[in-house]
């Protein structure tokens, strides 16, 4: 049987490369399938002490399914055909899990499709184990865990779901960890950014969303500190002119995520500001403002901002 | 909590009713929603014989969730919002049960969405009692395996996968029938249609297909004796014709299925025969042909229709 790749979106958070791994395994047992994870891009930081943590190979970096020459592909924690890999309209889509807006996705045949409004991928792929009840190998439930630690920000964010502690205390306990411990651990191993290039902080976890015929960036950062960031503004919005300008994009908004408090300033360049202040009910002052109880991109930023881009 | 209606596609055959009926059932234990099953046209003869049987009262026939002061729906045996109710566009959308193509969809935040490329909708909502251990009552039991059944055409449909038949004999046992028998008096049921118009044998199963911006309308009438259905060729034509007129579909195809010897013959009506005939590698003639082998319309005619298209 040809080979299918499993793979997140692009500019991987632990969630991209979680899911991918997990359900990659998963579909080997269940579906018979045969499977490689692999990914989009370079694992971040945090993603890099979850795979050391739990002793996994970090998946190859591709650019394309055809140079690996494969023409079936898994999509996790993605659906949107722009988030993808660069070949994804020539290729056959096996399936999906995810737990994003559905959009920017076609196919011409059924096929698996399964996503759900909770906190991570990878808490859906934790739970068809279960479903399944198919064994899950300690280095699989450390990683998945890991990035429902990661998207939820230990269960602070308003993305989770109940289901998602139940299933991470599971996890937890196969892969031998104290949640609590271990997620401030992995969180903070996330923020360590001073080393960091502008463009290397505006690629650690971007998205770009077509929002009524513009394309808007949408990066996140997430720190301990916002103000330590924000003594990089300037840099950091010259960077984000020149991504622009290189990629299209109608603007670019940066999120700079305190995970300890649960709030963001957001930092705004572009040709709609007006929108952005639109949609969040604000002024923006020197291309920003601080938008308390923000954390979640998916969640608390793009909706609003669909809303005010019709 | 406010109401959310759960329904099939319009022009709903026995899985629309079957999947709404089985995931709103479903979904109020799982999920503590407040569901009603309801419907976009009245059930057909093979879908009475079964609500009949298993003494369920038929759904409600709704015209759009606005009069019925709803917002939020859940969409089963379907995602394309041209199939869908008239105000699709205006709600939001809490989640879809499908085993067909993912087109024409689209949400602005995340939802429930679980596809899977089986036979039936209703043996993913069967599953889903299954994995859930949620006890199924006699008459779910019973409108789920015959919309198995019924998709599947007792399982000779090349849509039928594997799991199908085990959900069925799972639901079969609980629903107390013998499924050859009952599945044979269920699928006769359906194809009593002499006393049906030509327009009623064309809205019997009919969906229209936006294929690369030209709309495609394509029907299926199930019988055990094509030559019956094509006494009557001249008068469908002339019905095609006047509802691709009212309509905008610039081609409409019939598909006449012997459900018995799992063969179609197909009439053409439209702009685009050659495009029919390049899809099916076939010659029309007096606009129709003979599809051996052929019953499926997901599986077996709109994906090479698209690819003719295209």
């Known amino acids: 049987m040809s080979k299918i790749l499993v ?10 490369f979680a899911s991918a791994i997990g359900f990659s395994y998963l579909a080997k047992q269940k579906f ?13 930081e945090e993603t890099k002490y979850a795979l050391d943590f739990f002793k996994i190979d970090s998946p190859r970096v591709i650019k394309s399914a055809a140079s690996e020459n494969v023409d079936t592909v898994i999509l996790t924690d993605h659906n949107e055909f722009q988030q993808s890999i660069s070949d994804i309209k020539e290729l056959t889509i096996w399936g999906v899990v995810d737990h994003h807006r559905i959009a920017n996705f076609a196919t011409t ?6 996503a759900e409004p909770v906190g ?30 990661s998207d939820t920000l230990l269960f602070k964010s308003p993305t989770t779901h109940p289901s998602d502690r139940t299933i991470a205390q599971y996890l937890a306990k196969i892969a031998g960890v104290d949640l609590e411990v ?6 903070k191993a996330g923020v360590n950014l001073a080393s960091k290039s502008e463009n290397e902080l505006l690629s650690l976890d971007a998205k770009t969303f077509p929002l009524n015929g513009q394309n808007v960036r ?8 916002i103000a330590e960031i924000l003594t990089r503004q300037n840099a950091l919005e010259k960077a984000m002119k020149s991504e622009s300008e290189q990629n299209g994009y109608s603007d670019f908004i940066l999120m700079i995520t305190d ?5 963001s300033e957001i930092l705004v360049v572009g040709e709609n500001q007006s929108k952005a202040e639109a949609a969040f009910n604000v002024k923006l002052q020197d291309n920003r403002t601080f938008l308390k109880g923000v954390v979640s991109r998916k969640k608390q930023i793009i909706p609003q901002l669909t809303e005010a881009f019709e």
């Open 120 to 149: 991570s991928s990878s808490s859906i792929v934790g739970r068809m184990f279960k479903e399944n009840q198919i064994e899950i190998p300690k280095r699989i439930a450390g990683i998945l865990v890991s990035a429902i630690i």
């Open 32 to 44: 018979k399938l045969n499977t490689e994870a692999v990914a989009l891009g370079q694992p971040n």
């Open 7 to 16: 793979f997140g979106h692009q500019n991987p958070d632990t969630d991209a």
């Open 259 to 263: 995970i300890l408090n649960s709030n």
């Open 218 to 225: 949408v990066a996140q950062i997430n720190t301990v500190n």
């Open 182 to 187: 271990y997620g401030l651990e992995l969180l």
């Open 109 to 114: 045949d059924p096929v698996f499709f399964r």
